[in-house]
């Protein structure tokens, strides 16, 4: 398992941006699935992005067009971009690692996660 640390959030103005980091431990971080979800309070954890080994990607519907996830296999990190925030975009973000590698958006097929930083858009 790699060991995931996230950065990055923060209170921002509806309409506004925030890019969150996410910096794995391990030699092998470039074979993993990589993926974005958050959790509101009350609510489920849900799917919000992920980028592939090979490094295609996959939104959310509430999220395309806003949000872009990118990764740097040299520098063990995922990114995650957010344009145009909402209200309902506040929530808990959690980076996660799938020895998959490829596209996943189940909480179940992911190995690893983040201990979650905080995002919260004011209207």
């Known amino acids: 398992q790699v060991q995931l640390v996230e950065s990055g959030g923060g209170l921002v103005q509806a309409g506004g941006s925030l890019r969150l980091s996410c910096v794995a431990s391990?030699?092998?971080?470039?074979?993993?699935?990589m993926g974005w979800f958050r959790q509101a309070p009350g609510k489920e954890r849900e799917f919000v992005a992920a980028?592939?080994?090979?490094?295609?990607?996959y939104y959310a519907d509430s999220v395309k067009g806003r949000f872009t996830i990118s990764r740097d296999n040299g520098k063990n990190t995922v990114s995650l971009q957010m344009n145009s925030l909402k209200p309902e975009d506040t929530a808990v973000y959690y980076c996660?690692?799938?020895?998959?590698?490829?596209?996943?958006?189940?909480?179940?097929?992911?190995?690893?996660w983040g201990q979650g930083t905080q995002v919260t858009v004011s209207s």
């Open positions: 980028i592939s080994w090979r490094g295609n990607t």
């Open positions: 391990g030699r092998t971080f470039s074979s993993y699935g």
């Open positions: 996660a690692a799938t020895l998959w590698g490829s596209i996943k958006t189940t909480p179940t097929s992911y190995n690893s």
